[in-house]
């Protein structure tokens, strides 16, 4: 593969060391996988907070981490076998498949995110919703099993850090209207 093929993961693979949230938590890594959860209380029901992540990731999913630049060009299509895709100029991107959806209370989504694609890996993007009065807890969990070079647990406070960053932005959009 060229510098010129692989540039898009490169840039990607360096985007993901830049961002940092405060609330990263990688809940177990070893060589063979690792597993990162988030939890965030957002000031709407459930399957309010359910359809923004699945009808308005263009609005929230920071477009540093698409293959795009532009996350405008991120849908989901939120029924088993459903695309989390990304349209690219000239082509595009399956970042997941949907396994479940239970609109409002959970969301699975099977696949490997950015460079992760590039490795013998699976990954599972689970997204739970509770409600909690009139608020909802919504708890992202994504584990992910394989095999990488030098072992997987090298890579998952990167990957950490950037669905913790997605997570912010996405509670700072329900609770704000705004992502940044």
């Known amino acids: ?6 540039a898009p993961g490169v840039l990607l693979a360096l985007a993901l060391l830049a961002a940092a949230p405060a609330d ?11 597993t990162v959860r988030h ?7 459930g399957w309010s907070a359910y359809q923004t992540i699945t009808d308005r990731i263009g609005t929230w999913w920071d477009p540093n981490h698409t293959f795009s630049g532009r996350s405008t060009n991120l849908t989901i299509d939120a029924r088993p ?7 690219l100029p000239q082509g595009g991107v399956r970042h997941m498949t949907v396994v ?8 699975r989504l099977t ?16 997204w ?7 608020k909802t807890t919504i708890t992202l969990t994504y584990a992910v099993g394989g095999y990488a070079p030098g072992g997987l647990q090298a890579v998952a406070p990167a990957v950490d850090m950037v ?18």
Not at 39 to 45: D, R
Not at 81 to 87: D, I, T, V, Y
Not at 128 to 134: D, E, K, R
């Open 163 to 180: 669905l913790g960053a997605q997570v912010a932005r996405l509670q700072r959009l329900i609770d704000t209207g705004r992502a940044e």
């Open 111 to 126: 696949g490997g995110l950015g460079p992760l694609q590039e490795l013998a890996v699976s990954g599972t993007m689970t």
């Open 1 to 6: 593969m060229s510098a010129a093929t692989n």
């Open 24 to 34: 990263a938590a990688v809940v177990d890594a070893s060589a063979a996988g690792f």
């Open 128 to 134: 739970a919703f509770v409600p909690t009065g009139n």
């Open 100 to 107: 479940y959806a239970d609109p409002g209370k959970l969301l």
């Open 39 to 45: 939890v965030v209380e957002v000031s709407a029901p």
């Open 81 to 87: 076998g459903g695309c989390f895709c990304e349209q």
